[in-house]
């Protein structure tokens, strides 16, 4: 799936970029160019963003 349709940067694409250690907004923007041209994905790709966060730290049990 498209995030970034200005830069053609998909969903996969992000979590390649995440991956490889870059896990903020900046370093997403500076990793591969997504959320730099209109901004319309920014919020989307915040959003991976916290997803990844909350999975790679720490697995909290289920409550
Ligand atoms: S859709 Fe990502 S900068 Fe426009």
């Known amino acids: 799936m498209l995030v970034c349709i200005c830069k053609g940067i998909s969903d996969r694409k992000l979590h390649e970029e995440i991956r ?5 907004l900046a370093q997403i923007r500076t ?4 959320g730099t041209d209109c901004g319309a994905c920014v919020q989307q790709i915040r959003q991976i963003l916290g997803a990844r966060a909350g999975v790679s730290h720490h697995e909290t049990a289920a409550e």
């Open 31 to 34: 990793g591969c160019q997504a």
């Open 20 to 24: 490889k250690g870059h896990r903020t």
